[in-house]
């Protein structure tokens, strides 16, 4: 099994910034690819972010490109987003994802990522 811990949330203004972390733990693998997702009340959880294994190949959503960064720690079970210039449009609870299989790319179903964490909730006033 494999428990990812998602942290970095809060109540932030509309422009401020905000970085969260996740950090898997228990059974690792060395091909795994990690994402961010979030859900807003009332919608479909939807994806935000991927980043493969090395840290080499990385996805994101239209939505938060140019905003958003994910990255992976020097250890690997360790994965960052972080939001720029956030909107209210970006209030949801971001849930942490991974996968055992590689990098698949435009990888962006939700039903695609077999581990997910509780979520941390993320409020952007405006």
């Known amino acids: 099994q494999v428990q990812l811990v998602e942290s970095g949330g809060g109540l932030v203004q509309a422009g401020d910034s905000l970085r969260l972390s996740c950090v898997a733990s228990?059974?690792?693998?060395?091909?795994?690819?990690m994402g961010w997702f979030r859900q807003a009340p009332g919608s479909e959880r939807e994806f935000v972010a991927a980043i493969s294994w090395g840290g080499g190949r990385t996805d994101y959503a239209d939505s938060v490109k140019d905003r958003f960064t994910i990255s992976r720690g020097n250890a690997k079970s360790t994965v960052y987003l972080q939001m720029n210039t956030l909107k209210p449009e970006d209030t949801a609870v971001y849930y942490c994802?991974?996968?055992?299989?590689?990098?698949?790319?435009?990888?962006?179903?939700?039903?695609?990522?077999?581990?997910w964490g509780q979520g941390t909730q993320v409020t952007v006033s405006s």
């Open positions: 994802a991974a996968d055992a299989g590689g990098w698949i790319p435009r990888r962006r179903s939700y039903r695609e990522y077999e581990y």
């Open positions: 228990g059974r690792t693998f060395s091909s795994s690819t």
